[in-house]
């Protein structure tokens, strides 16, 4: 008796990215652990993992996951995602939303790879931050969680950045694209590259 579908996710956020720093096993930083979020040092971030309806484009089910300095997650879902297809849509506090480039099929475990290519993701919406590795872009973090996070990464997100940097805002904070627990020129300075791309 199948009780639960899961999915092994492979996905990197472009600002925690530091391979030169973190190495090649664990590339990313990890803001969880560096701010007393958590104990575990491999947890890097908060993610949140639906299954999207292939016609309707609606959510179906979510599983909020810890994603790991490696890249890794496991979604669950119930056993009735089983034997039908979702877009796999992955949503993080301060990247952009990221889609599946097609329905995926649900078994009672499974597997997606976003890094791999940047073809995997839906439109190609992907960063290039290391030989053959793929991200999810940074910078849209202004309202995470409401109908404010906006899918852009444009002047709000530039604007709540820099006033947390004015304000020498240390922890775990929304603001702080990097993952390094300080809100920085660093943090601006790439949702600025960013939003001039579109």
């Known amino acids: 008796v199948i009780c639960t579908t899961s999915v092994d996710i492979t996905a990197f ?9 973190n190495g090649t096993v ?3 930083n990890s803001p969880m652990f560096n701010e007393g979020v958590t104990v ?3 947890d890097c971030d908060t993610m949140i993992v639906s299954l999207m309806d292939a016609v309707l484009f609606t959510e179906v089910e979510r599983d909020t996951v810890i ?3 490696n890249g890794t997650a496991t979604a669950s879902y119930s056993s009735s ?3 039908n297809s979702y877009y796999i849509r992955l949503t993080h506090r301060n990247a952009l939303e ?3 480039s097609n329905p995926v099929l649900m078994g009672a475990s499974g597997s997606y790879n976003f890094s791999s290519l940047d073809t995997m993701a839906y439109g190609s919406q992907m960063v290039l931050v290391a030989t053959g590795r793929w991200a999810m872009w940074s910078g849209d973090c202004s309202n995470f969680g409401s109908p404010g996070q906006d899918g852009f990464v444009e002047s709000s997100d530039y604007s709540a950045i ?5 304000n020498f805002l240390f922890g775990y904070n929304v603001t702080d694209i990097t993952g390094s627990g300080l809100v920085e020129s660093a943090d601006y300075g790439l949702v600025e590259n960013n939003s001039q791309l579109f």
Not at 162 to 166: A, I, T
């Open 13 to 21: 956020i472009q600002g925690y990215y530091d391979e030169g720093t």
């Open 26 to 28: 664990n590339p990313m």
């Open 40 to 42: 575990d040092p491999t």
């Open 67 to 69: 994603l790991k300095t």
């Open 81 to 83: 995602a089983s034997g």
């Open 98 to 100: 990221t889609w599946s």
């Open 162 to 166: 820099e006033n947390d940097s004015q």
